[in-house]
């Protein structure tokens, strides 16, 4: 009887030992997360609230004893915005700048900062079935850059690192140091080994003798490019903002075009794997420093530009249609009546047409009525391949309602849905 009893107690011991492995694993891959209020997580509330670019995407971070991972909290949240779920990595020296309970609030996860009999690493990006979508290490120092270089992994962040690379996971490094250590030949020469095996490097950014962390959106941006490849090798000019025309040595031409609609397209475009350069004129949105661009102010500096446009060209940019016959070398008197001769300007889409293998124009008019009048008639008459047109009285800071009359559709939402519908339509012409 006795050695019944042992082996029933046996028999449970091995039982509960299942149990108890089986919710620490949920419990970490959050399945269970752990919430003793029974309430959910203050990261579940803000999960794709800014869209879902990472919708259905496991990032995984990893922190390293940069002072730039002070920024780590913002940027988990950021990923989250987007749709993300990310689990967190840090080394010891990480912990020291940066409490783990900050990123497990940030996360809503546990953070890893040992690794156990879990096989953490393995569990989260080996050749396992639901394996992470991307390792991010963010910030990462000269140290661990160069023990990635040379295979070497003995902290959390480092041994993620190598399970990454020989798993085929996508690995993005964002480096952060002082500018004398970015400089130096051997860790120059560690980043280009990696490079050459497809890791990706984001910033730094240049400041103050410092290789500082580069912004939050800009990791996001090409974290997300990196992952999403809809537009992969197009080539892609997007014209925005509004031209001036000058009328004496002081006073121009314009109209109320902000250029917000034209860098939220190149913003997406990018995002989807494109090679976009952004030329803006006179815009009131802030131009991404980490898109390739160029500047213009008159519609006659961006005619002299036009033999550089790429084989796709999207012109939402409000081009000025008339200018005046002549204008003065000095300023005028504003003490007398002034009758200015207007002479219209030359249609730029016009002149350019021949130049790329699609062209998508912008028509704005009164009406609803004129928007799809006027925007059949242009795609008829072959003036572009895609035409967005709409109405002046529903354009709003940060929504619109434009026509697409290629597929006779009336397409309503924010300018980030907008570009998206338009960006689809590319795709399907290329």
Request: hydrophobic fraction near 40%.
């Amino acid at each position: 009887m006795e050695d019944v009893q042992i082996a029933k107690e046996e028999v449970l011991l091995k039982l509960w030992r299942g149990i108890k492995h089986d919710f620490v694993r949920l419990t970490k891959n959050n399945i269970f997360p752990p919430n003793h209020s029974g309430n959910m997580h203050p990261s579940k509330h803000i999960k794709g609230s800014k869209g879902d670019d990472l919708k259905g995407k496991h990032i995984v971070l990893g922190v390293t004893g940069s002072i730039g991972a002070v920024e780590c909290i913002k940027l988990i949240r950021e990923l989250i915005r987007e749709g993300a779920e990310v689990s967190c990595i840090m080394t010891e020296w990480a912990q020291k700048i940066v409490h783990p309970y900050s990123l497990e609030f940030a996360s809503g996860k546990s953070v890893i900062t040992e690794l156990t009999g879990q096989v953490e690493h393995v569990d989260l990006c080996g050749e396992v079935p639901d394996k992470a979508d991307l390792y991010l290490i963010a910030p990462a120092t000269a140290n661990t850059i160069s023990k990635i270089a040379c295979g070497i992994d003995d902290t959390p962040v480092t041994t993620f690192a190598t399970t990454s690379i020989g798993s085929g996971i996508p690995v993005v490094i964002v480096p952060a140091m002082h500018k004398s250590m970015y400089q130096h030949p051997i860790v120059i020469q560690n980043m280009n080994k990696l490079k050459e095996i497809g890791i990706e490097f984001i910033g730094p950014n240049m400041d103050e003798g410092t290789a500082k962390v580069a912004g939050r959106a800009q990791i996001v941006d090409q974290v997300i490019r990196k992952l999403d490849h809809s537009l992969n090798g197009k080539k892609i000019t997007i014209i925005t903002g509004r031209t001036q025309e000058p009328i004496d040595s002081m006073r121009v031409l314009s109209n109320r075009a902000t250029g917000k609609s034209g860098i939220i397209m190149a913003e997406r475009a990018y995002r989807k794997g494109a090679d976009v350069e952004l030329w803006y004129a006179n815009v009131q949105a802030k131009v991404p420093d980490w898109i390739p661009s160029k500047e213009f102010d008159s519609l006659n500096d961006l005619i002299e530009m036009k033999d550089e446009v790429s084989d796709i060209v999207i012109v939402p940019a409000a081009l000025s249609d008339f200018g005046t016959k002549e204008v003065s070398k000095d300023k005028i008197s504003s003490d007398e009546e002034l009758i200015m001769e207007l002479k219209p300007l030359p249609k730029f889409i016009d002149l350019i047409k021949e130049k790329t293998d699609l062209l998508v124009a912008y028509k704005a008019t009164d009406t609803k009525e004129m928007a799809e009048k006027e925007g059949k008639l242009m795609l008829e008459n072959g003036r572009a391949d895609i035409v967005v047109a709409n109405s002046l009285s529903d354009v709003k800071e940060d929504e619109n309602i434009v026509y697409l009359p290629s597929i006779d559709s009336w397409i309503e939402g924010d300018k980030r849905y907008i570009a998206d519908k338009i960006l689809e339509l590319v795709e399907k012409h290329t």
